[in-house]
């Protein structure tokens, strides 16, 4: 009875409200550009969810019941929303503004959507517009510059390679840098899921660029905390599209691009001609170095150059022609929307092809997806979004090798004199003088592919149990199987030692999420708003491996089963999660903003004594222009401050890393054999992140100029990381929570609309990110010497010192070459070796073994950003978006292979090997050239700074005058091009500028120039 | 009132679908939902815990034994490379920082000795405490023979693991009656933190030879495919004996095993055939190379030897030096000439290089009958090898057995025909020359001349300033001759152990600091 009472008495205040007078409403939405009708705009009653409609296809719209004192808020994409109180009018007819800047857009954040203009945290969007136009499969090419902070890079420049990214610089050595990826509510497998070695396949290639909707990245710990434990690095949350209510929309895209060439230089090859040149000198001046006589000496190197270069009576061989391709890309693109009063869908079909400059590389990608949600009744209301991929990529592995690499077989291992057939036509099988192999016949001996099928269901639920309390449920089941295959037949030189070989690994990724919440939302009085928000989660992994291989392949076969020596093997791994969390925001009157988060996180990979981590964050935020000093300033339409503070956590790259290891498969005499792996810290734990975000907004003239400034400062704690230890244990590391790193930044963003008249508006939006990565703390002080992970044979060197950037380059400090004599010299930066001269008032050596090493270069830039400028006049509109970096480093590992000083006998050059030492006098780039001399790595010689701007993506379009295709019952038909990397200017002209996230380069191939064209109808 | 009861109706299927959608979410939660193993790995802390486990534990440390950097590659051919016998061609290709001797203070390279042999020692280390702290327990006396036999055949390989230590790492014992640095001594279980030093070379022989004698008795004394037994513990520890000078231990031990053991000297007919198959009648430890285990393939010591242009994948790293072919040049009967084979240097391009019908490719890894062929096992210890430890240290220790030194060594040179036999009464530096010689004729490629070169405070030439043919001298390369005095004969502690063990940088081999 009491409880009965009681509850009685909390819905009787809920419903208070209903004791107002109430009337009814008419009224119609309508645009202030050009008084046309807005349909299906969203009229809702402010603080009561049940409480709305929305407008018909003539913009008209009618309410009932509605109190004489509440306000609407009137809301369509695209157009700044609008609060009207009703007043007791029974007619409100809206104007709304188009919101071209995107200012006081819905996003979506964590377990929930956020208004821009009040969201407490810091956050970026990037909308469908900005992503569908561009040619490539990958979505992430978007988000480069156009979000402040943001870093993305890209390993190789194969078509399906994976994608890094960097929010807020580097917080891990040894974690996960990358940011978790959110697709639709739920956490989703992003990186390379291939287990092929050197060929990486991104995960995120399966998701169909054209189906999202905005992409919302969350930077600072109020936007991320509620994600807690994953989510150090930043969140990318991804919606995709959803159906509206109105007629059904039928929406056809065909795309087709060119990639003709690299997006700039890199590392361009001397003509034969200069090869031969080159050479010459090589051997002369070995022999003369030697004591010969210029007589012997060219005796000996012409009779040379005439045994190893003959002339060919085909002339010279064109390897650049024959190995590279233009990459084309294909996009066809069918997508179907609409929806009524109870339920809405959006349903998509598209077929991909992108088939690198390489052609050993391609990408095909089938994907459908639908997004259907159903209101029942009107406390329950159902969702469902099902999507499947298939993506099939081919690659090759790009990493330092002689055989499989076609930008170092072109560049590095082969001359125009040689050519891949013999004078009768026959292919030449045998190693180049190079030690390359004659990749134009070996490709045809090989495959590897990685096929990735993926199938998502999300089912959510979503239940109103009284006003403004909800419950929602969120499930997800993803599978994902990828199939990698990799087959060399017995004729390859990979595969002749055991008569062919042919490998199939096939993964199963399944991962099941369940995401629970309870909602409330509740406005008393029209000033104290309130929601609150609790959940808990749990989320369930597990991958499968399996893998057979074969040897001894029949002619012609490529199979597994038809093999004569078979192999398998077969493992799984896990990793689970469960979280509890709860999340509250208040705001008075619509200009004291408070929020505070809690989440509470445990999980599998650590071990009892540490497994549940607690994360949160609180933050608030100040609208001044709401204030009554300033509400009559006319030129200052918004102002605003923010604060926030938070904690989130990373957990460990491993499974079982807390777990000391003994593993099997170490076998003997055909029997099983097991062995110490690792040694391993018991009391592992998360990596921990201490976030405190300051921003202000301003906007000016009717929100036409924006301003904002955020600065950051992120300290990371409790860092992984593996401490080298005596490897007289056997041991040669334990991984342990001991590193600490900060991070600190300044994000600038500017947005205007210069022009807006009648039929032309032209917005103009410039980014700017500063980055001050440094290593506060390491294992007893003590420096970590790492090398460069990417590209095989620990090119790039550096160290992870305290007080300095995580990305600095270690090595020798290149002086230049003597002008006297020809000679590489080295800065010793040391007193101990015996100085070779005095060179800019410095102590130089010889010799690279003398000097020492220093920090030669970081390779995160000083600042970054992007530049956006979209023009639009009648039907025409012109996008141009840069990007640009200042203050890096790159590193050019590829360098010392086109310019080796002479130590390969017969490898090509590249044209900056032409400026070198030839007589004493000459100031060259380069040392006198000496067989068997040369080749020094991990020295400033290879690393360039790296300023650059470059026009990322072009769009320019046109739609076809409504009145001519209307007569065609079409709704809209847009003719577009857009290009990819097309202009590039930089303070280095050797590599392309966009590398990896260490700012290093070997034989990686380079990204390329896309152009594109493409056909949009609607029906 | 019907209003009412359609409310709570309502409410009610609301309070029921909340509760399902509830129960599904945590479903999931179950008690052990935190608690998740590998699939393919154990607590290390549990890892022997019966018999099965010290057998499958064993097995694994055998593996490591053939790992490339140990003796699946870089522990044979070092010592061929350095020895002066084998040249190596070309820069780049393979290993030819050893035979160049640019290994250096600052660098890793070849650090993987270390931490490969270093790893091989925790692996037996993990048995042998086990055993010792009894966590496995046996019901028979069959089974506690069993794991007796399988802790001996541990603390041979760790005996092995540290003398290859102190061969590579420290100088020879008889340079300084082994008073240098050695290598730091593991026979127990380490802090992950610790900070190991170096022990002297005396302490390091002291500890191998405490390990084989306490191992030897507990041993089978048969036969055992590619597993230690009494008579490779023994072979192990007269070949320390003689190391270290210990000539009547050497003579003992190295008598013992040709007297008692079951291993007979291939014959010279069936000598050439004994390297196309597995086992043969005098191999007293062979490590087995099984393809799908620890076949290095393309970067085999078949492909090593290989030359360059018989197959496409073979690297032409190495050959048969001059001074090694010259030398042979002399025995044109020897039958072990069947194991050179033409080298590639007859269609060499570089002009000064081609030599036709040279004989430079060293055949002893062709294949034993496996396939691929590059799976060849490794044969550690041969009774070829015991004769030459017998008929030395009978040669070297006071009161010397020429009579058994001289049959010993004629055993072997059968394997020339032309050779006379020597006689006991020839003089001992004769004789011990011949042992010297047949030595290396008999051992090349196995991974013995240069060890057996310095040990004794002899001095290795090399072929050239530098490879076999090539126009010049590179930078920072070795002098013509090297011995024990020359710094860098042995290698120094890598760049990465002084990083981590700042106490061990004290104790870096001179010349290398």
């Known amino acids: ?1019 | 009132m019907n209003q009412q009861k359609k409310l709570k109706m309502k409410n009610i299927i609301k309070l029921f679908f909340l509760a399902s959608v509830v129960a599904v979410g945590l479903s999931a939660c179950k008690d052990d939902f935190l608690e998740l193993r590998p699939s393919t790995s154990r607590n290390a802390a549990e890892s022997i815990t019966n018999l099965a486990d010290a057998e499958t534990a064993l097995n694994g440390a055998y593996s490591r034994l053939t790992r490339l950097d140990y003796y699946g590659r870089r522990m044979v051919n070092y010592a061929d490379m350095k020895g002066g016998d084998v040249g190596v061609t070309s820069r780049g290709i393979a290993d030819d920082a050893m035979y160049l001797f640019t290994h250096e203070k600052d660098k890793d390279q070849y650090g993987a000795y270390w931490t490969t042999i270093y790893d091989a020692v925790l692996q037996v280390n993990n048995i042998i405490i086990n055993i010792e702290e009894g966590k496995v327990t046996t019901t028979s006396p069959a089974d506690a023979a069993k794991l007796d036999d399988f802790k001996a055949q541990a603390l041979t390989i760790r005996a092995l693991a540290h003398f290859d230590l102190v061969r590579l790492y420290g100088y020879p014992y008889l340079k300084d009656n082994g008073a240098s640095w050695g290598a730091p001594i593991v026979t127990t279980r380490l802090n992950p933190l610790a900070k190991p030093k170096r022990e002297t070379v005396a302490k390091v022989y002291d500890q191998v030879i405490a390990d084989l004698t306490a191992a030897a008795p507990l041993l089978s004394t048969a036969k055992k495919n590619g597993m230690i037994n009494q008579w490779a513990a023994k072979a192990l520890l007269s070949r320390v004996y003689l190391y270290k000078g210990d000539y009547p231990n050497a003579y003992a031990t190295a008598k013992n095993i040709i007297e008692s053991s079951p291993y007979v000297l291939y014959t010279p007919a069936n000598w050439n055939g004994s390297w196309s198959s597995q086992f043969g009648s005098e191999s007293i430890f062979e490590l087995l190379i099984i393809p799908s285990e620890s076949d290095q393939g393309n970067a085999s010591l078949r492909s090593f030897y290989r030359p360059r242009n018989d197959v496409r994948t073979d690297l032409g790293a190495a050959t048969a030096s001059n001074i090694f072919l010259d030398m042979f040049n002399n025995y044109p009967n020897d039958v072990r000439w069947a194991r050179l084979g033409l080298d590639e240097f007859g269609n060499q391009k570089t002009p000064g290089r081609e030599i036709p019908g040279r004989m430079g490719w060293i055949k002893k890894y062709e294949g034993d009958g496996k396939s691929p062929a590059s799976a060849v096992n490794i044969k550690l210890f041969r009774l070829s090898e015991v004769h030459f430890i017998a008929a030395e240290a009978a040669m070297k220790m006071s009161g010397k057995d020429a009579v058994n030194a001289v049959k010993w060594l004629n055993d072997i040179r059968k394997r020339n025909p032309d050779a006379a036999p020597l006689a006991s009464s020839d003089a001992d530096q004769i004789i011990i020359d011949q042992i010297m010689l047949e030595r290396r004729k008999e051992l090349i490629g196995e991974g013995h001349t240069y060890f057996d070169i310095l040990r004794t405070g002899g001095t290795v030439t090399y072929d050239g300033p530098v490879f076999f043919g090539a126009p010049t001298i590179p930078s920072g390369g070795r002098p013509q001759t090297v011995n024990w005095d020359y710094f860098k004969c042995v290698l120094p502690i890598s760049i990465n152990e002084l990083n981590v063990n700042p106490e061990i940088k004290a104790q870096q081999n001179p010349g290398y600091e």
């Open chain 1, 1 to 1019: 009875m009491m409880i009965k009472n009681a509850l009685l008495f909390v819905l009787g205040m809920l419903f208070t409200n209903l004791l107002l007078a109430q009337i009814s409403i008419t009224g119609k939405v309508t645009s202030a550009d050009d008084g046309s009708n807005i349909p299906y705009a969203n009229i809702q009653v402010k603080g009561d969810k049940t409480k709305g409609t929305v407008a018909d296809a003539e913009g008209k719209f009618t309410l009932e019941k509605i109190s004489s004192t509440a306000i609407l808020t009137i809301s369509y994409i695209g157009y700044s929303s609008k609060e009207v109180p009703v007043r007791n009018q029974s007619v409100i007819n809206v104007v709304l503004e188009k919101d071209i800047l995107n200012l006081d857009e819905v996003m979506v954040v964590a377990y929930g959507t956020a208004r821009k203009s009040t969201f407490t945290g810091s956050a970026s969007t990037v909308n469908a517009d900005a992503i569908k136009d561009i040619p490539s499969t990958s979505f992430e090419n978007a988000l480069a510059g156009n979000v402040p902070g943001l870093q993305l890079s890209r390993g190789s420049g194969q078509v399906g390679s994976s994608v890094s990214i960097r929010i807020r610089g580097t917080g891990s050595m040894n974690a996960s840098n990358e940011p978790l990826y959110v697709i639709d509510g739920v956490p989703v497998v992003s990186g390379d899921v291939s287990q092929l070695s050197n060929v990486t396949s991104n995960a995120l290639s399966s998701l169909n660029p054209n189906d999202i909707q905005s992409i919302t990245v969350l930077k600072d710990a109020a936007a991320s905390a509620l994600y807690g434990s994953r989510a150090a690095n930043g969140v990318v949350v991804i919606t995709t599209k959803m159906g509206r209510r109105g007629k059904t929309n039928i929406t056809l895209r065909n795309d087709l691009g060119f990639t003709p060439d690299f997006a700039y230089h890199h590392n361009e090859k001397a003509s034969p001609e200069q090869q031969r040149e080159l050479r010459y000198e090589t051997y002369y001046n070995g022999q003369i170095n030697s004591g010969k006589t210029d007589a012997e000496a060219r005796a000996y190197t012409e009779n040379l150059l005439n045994l190893n270069l003959p002339v060919d009576p085909r002339g010279i061989f064109d390897w650049e022609d024959a190995i590279f391709r233009t990459g084309v890309y294909r996009n066809h693109d069918l997508s179907f929307s609409g929806g009524d009063e109870k339920s809405t869908y959006f349903s998509s079909v598209s077929y991909s092809k992108e088939d690198g400059m390489v052609r050993a590389n391609g990408l095909d990608r089938l994907s459908g997806r639908l997004n259907m949600t159903n209101k029942l009744n009107n406390w329950l209301s159902l969702g469902t979004n099902v999507s499947f991929s298939s993506v099939k990529k081919k690659g090759y592995n790009d990493t330092n090798n002689n055989g499989d690499n076609y930008l170092q077989m072109q560049r590095n291992l082969v001359f125009g004199d040689w050519f891949p057939t013999k004078q009768d036509g026959s292919p030449v099988t045998t190693r180049f003088l190079s030690y390359g192999f004659n990749v134009l016949y070996y490709d045809q001996l090989r495959d590897m592919t990685s096929v990735h099928n993926k199938l998502t269901l999300n089912e959510t639920i979503t239940i109103d149990i009284a006003r403004g309390l909800s419950f929602k449920s969120i499930f997800a089941y993803t599978e994902s199987r990828i199939d990698d295959y990799s087959w060399r037949s017995a004729e390859h030189y990979g595969g002749t030692s055991k008569n062919g070989t042919v490998d199939q690994y096939n993964t199963t990724r399944l991962s099941l999420v369940s995401s629970n919440t309870l909602n409330y939302n509740q406005s008393f009085n029209n000033v104290h708003n309130l929601r609150l928000l609790a959940g808990f989660e749990a989320e369930k992994t597990r991958n499968d491996f399996t893998w057979a291989g074969g040897s001894d392949l029949p002619s012609g076969m490529k199979t597994v089963s038809a093999a004569g020596k078979k192999d398998a093997g077969a493992s799984y791994t896990g990793s689970n999660l469960l979280s509890y969390f709860t999340f509250g925001e208040y705001n008075y009157d619509n200009r004291y903003y408070v929020s505070g988060s809690l989440r509470r996180d445990g999980s599998s990979r650590l071990g009892a004594n540490s497994r549940w981590g607690n994360f949160g964050s609180v933050a608030a935020s100040w609208r001044l222009k709401e204030e009554a000093f300033l509400r009559d300033v006319d030129w200052l339409s918004n102002l605003r401050l923010k604060f926030s503070y938070g904690i989130n956590g990373t957990l460990p790259s491993s499974f079982y890393g807390h777990m000391p290891l003994y593993n099997y498969g170490s076998n003997y005499n055909e029997k099983p054999g097991g062995f110490v792996s690792t040694v391993a810290d018991p009391d592992l734990s998360w990596e921990t992140s201490y976030t405190y975000n300051v921003g202000m907004e301003a906007g000016f003239i009717n929100n036409r100029l924006y301003v904002g400034v955020e600065y950051y400062n992120r300290d990371s704690r409790n860092l992984l990381q593996n401490v080298p230890i005596s490897t007289v244990t056997g041991f040669s590391n334990i991984l342990t929570n001991i590193g600490v790193m900060n991070n600190q930044g300044i994000e600038i963003e500017l947005k205007g609309e210069i022009i807006r008249k009648n039929n032309f508006t032209w917005t103009l939006g410039a980014n700017a990110s500063t980055l001050n990565s440094k290593i506060t703390k390491l294992y007893e002080g003590m420096d970590i010497i790492w090398y460069d992970p990417t590209g095989g044979d620990n090119q790039a060197k550096f160290i992870y010192r305290e007080g300095e950037s995580p990305k600095s380059f270690w090595g020798k400090e290149w002086a230049g070459v003597d002008p006297e004599n020809g000679k590489a010299m080295w800065y010793t930066n040391n007193t101990t070796a015996t100085p070779y001269k005095k060179w800019n008032d410095r102590d130089v050596t010889t010799s690279y073994s003398a000097a020492s090493d220093i920090i030669t270069g970081v390779a995160d830039p000083k600042l970054f950003g992007g530049i956006n400028s979209n023009l639009a006049w009648k039907g025409f509109n012109l996008d141009l978006h840069f990007i640009y970096s200042l203050g890096g480093d790159i590193y050019n590992s590829m360098g010392r292979y086109m310019n080796d000083d002479g130590y390969f006998s017969w490898r090509t050059l590249g044209k900056d090997a032409l400026d070198r030492w030839q007589k004493p006098g000459d100031v060259a780039q380069n040392p006198k050239r000496i067989y068997d001399e040369g080749f020094e790595n991990h020295t400033s010689r290879w690393l360039y700074r790296n300023d650059f701007l470059r026009l990322k993506s072009i769009t320019f379009g046109y739609n076809l005058p409504k009145e001519l295709i209307s007569r065609a019952s079409l709704s809209n038909v847009r003719v577009y091009f857009a290009g990819l990397n097309i202009f590039t200017v930089g303070s280095q002209k050797i590599v392309d500028p966009e590398v990896n996230s260490y700012g290093t380069t070997f034989f990686q191939l380079p990204l390329g120039k896309t152009y594109s064209f493409g056909l949009e109808i609607g029906l």
